[in-house]
């Protein structure tokens, strides 16, 4: 979307690009050019957290009063696509976009003034504990048990899938409660200490071969009741509240950079002599992606715009889930065509900062990685079919 922007918002778009080019070292811009996952690798990550922090900017959507930012709707959207178009590193969202609106709208007062600095911060790096072995899109069935001991919980059971646990130093998880009346009403949400006592962690590689997720084991760990998220027995509903939270992003600034990337290799010169961006089938699917984009962009404001009328995201958030979804997977597929030319290269070492592209042209090396990674996106959050689900149910009425 070209944005016709006020003075004042012309004056916003300068002070974040004069404070972009000054606090993005060429390590952290290398290391956000480079990233082929929706998780930013954990250290420059981090590091872009808290230099953004010192700033005040970490988690522009938080409301003032927790450390957010009181940005109109047009500045937060020119803050993300600027830090997409500065290949700023991405932030983990399991702490800031997930557990942080979660905790503002179901902690108590002593978690809120307790965990919402340390995320901030960076002080906790928090992981998600929802998937279960045999317990994923039908979540409501997980089995991992919390029973109930004096002011504790001793917990038993598995994780599956949890991304960056080998980082974190705290999870929020569902457990079972109760196994009486419907499966949903006898989950309780946790707040667990990675550190307690009989919990591992062991890796998953993922389909590059990057450790990214994880699958955890409870051993009689104790969880003290003080940690729990709501009333015992109700956590579907916190369970609920933070999807909406973790499927919506603003994909159409990532898709930006994506079809840039596409763009340019489309229209480099092949040994034949032509262009991609010469082929009518290619260039139609190209033009057909940008308008998809536009239109996505779009709808991601109309949330942001709720967002920033401090209402939640609702059932919306999986409308964009699909279509962010299905709409960066295209442009993957359109990628990795336009890479052909380069013999499209897999070279995970080259991916390293400070490491160089063996092919000449740097954006032809993330592609592949890219493109396999990205086939998660139809699953990670909620699968794209059990998002129609919802969409039928709750949007739809069906
Ligand atoms: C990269 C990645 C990171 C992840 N990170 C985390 C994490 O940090 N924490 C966490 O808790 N989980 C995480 N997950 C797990 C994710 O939430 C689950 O993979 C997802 O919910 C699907 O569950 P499943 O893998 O058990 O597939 P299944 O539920 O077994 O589904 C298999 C297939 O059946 C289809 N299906 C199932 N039920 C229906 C239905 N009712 N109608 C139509 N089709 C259906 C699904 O769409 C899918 O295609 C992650 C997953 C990925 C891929």
């Given at each position: ?8 918002d012309?004056r916003f ?8 080019s000054?606090?993005?070292?060429a390590?952290?811009?290398?290391a ?10 954990i250290e420059s990550?981090?590091?872009?957290q808290?230099i ?9 959507d938080?409301?003032v009063?927790?450390?957010g930012?009181?940005w ?10 600027e830090?997409a178009q500065?290949?700023a590193p991405?932030?983990i969202?399991?702490s800031?976009?997930?557990c ?7 902690g108590?007062?002593?978690q ?10 960076g002080?906790?790096?928090w ?5 279960e ?7 409501a069935?997980?089995?991992t048990?919390?029973?109930s001991d004096g ?6 059971g598995s ?5 960056y646990?080998?980082?974190?130093n705290?999870m ?26 009989g919990?591992?962690v ?6 590059e ?7 955890v084991f409870f051993n009689?760990v104790r969880?003290?009741k003080i ?12 369970a609920?509240?933070l999807?909406?939270?973790?499927r919506?992003?603003m994909?159409?600034v990532e898709?930006?950079?994506i079809?840039s ?17 010469d082929e ?21 404001q ?9 209402k939640r995201?609702?059932?919306v958030s ?6 962010s ?8 597929m ?9 013999g499209?290269?897999y ?10 592209s ?9 592609i592949?990685p890219?493109?396999?990674s ?5 699953i990670?959050?909620?699968s ?5 689900n919802?969409?039928a149910?709750?949007?739809?009425q069906?």
């Amino acid at each position: 979307m070209d944005l016709k922007l006020s003075s004042e918002d012309a004056r916003f778009r300068e002070e974040v690009r004069d404070f972009l080019s000054k606090a993005l070292t060429a390590e952290l811009r290398e290391a956000g050019r480079k990233r082929t996952s929706l998780w930013q690798e954990i250290e420059s990550a981090m590091s872009w957290q808290s230099i953004l922090h010192a700033k005040g900017w970490a988690a522009p959507d938080w409301p003032v009063e927790h450390g957010g930012t009181d940005w109109t709707l047009p500045q937060r959207y020119i803050f993300a696509l600027e830090c997409a178009q500065a290949e700023a590193p991405l932030l983990i969202p399991m702490s800031l976009k997930m557990c942080g609106p979660m905790l503002i709208g179901y902690g108590t007062t002593d978690q809120k003034s307790y965990y919402l600095p340390r995320i901030l911060s960076g002080e906790d790096i928090w992981c998600q504990g929802y998937s279960e072995p045999g317990s994923g899109s039908d979540l409501a069935s997980l089995s991992t048990s919390a029973v109930s001991d004096g002011d504790e919980y001793i917990i038993n059971g598995s994780k599956i899938w949890t991304s960056y646990a080998h980082h974190a130093n705290m999870m929020f998880a569902l457990v079972r409660t109760s196994t009486e009346g419907k499966v949903q009403q006898g989950i309780s949400f946790l707040l667990i200490d990675m550190k307690a006592g009989g919990i591992s962690v062991e890796p998953i590689l993922n389909l590059e071969g990057v450790h990214e997720f994880n699958q955890v084991f409870f051993n009689d760990v104790r969880v003290p009741k003080i940690n729990r998220v709501g009333k015992e027995n109700e956590g579907w509903s916190v369970a609920k509240y933070l999807l909406e939270f973790e499927r919506f992003s603003m994909s159409s600034v990532e898709l930006r950079r994506i079809l840039s990337k596409v763009e340019a290799l489309a229209k480099s010169t092949r040994s034949d002599g032509g262009t991609l961006a010469d082929e009518a089938g290619y260039c139609r699917q190209l033009v057909q992606l940008k308008i998809d984009a536009l239109a996505l962009e779009t709808s991601e404001q109309r949330v942001l715009s709720s967002l920033s009328a401090g209402k939640r995201p609702g059932s919306v958030s999986s409308v964009l889930n699909v279509q962010s979804a299905e709409t960066l997977q295209r442009a993957d597929m359109l990628a990795v065509e336009a890479a052909a030319y380069y013999g499209l290269p897999y070279q995970p070492e080259a991916l390293r900062v400070g490491a160089e592209s063996p092919v000449g042209d740097e954006s032809a090396t993330t592609i592949m990685p890219t493109y396999l990674s990205n086939r998660m996106r139809t699953i990670a959050g909620g699968s794209s079919e059990v998002q129609r689900n919802i969409i039928a149910k709750a949007i739809l009425q069906l």
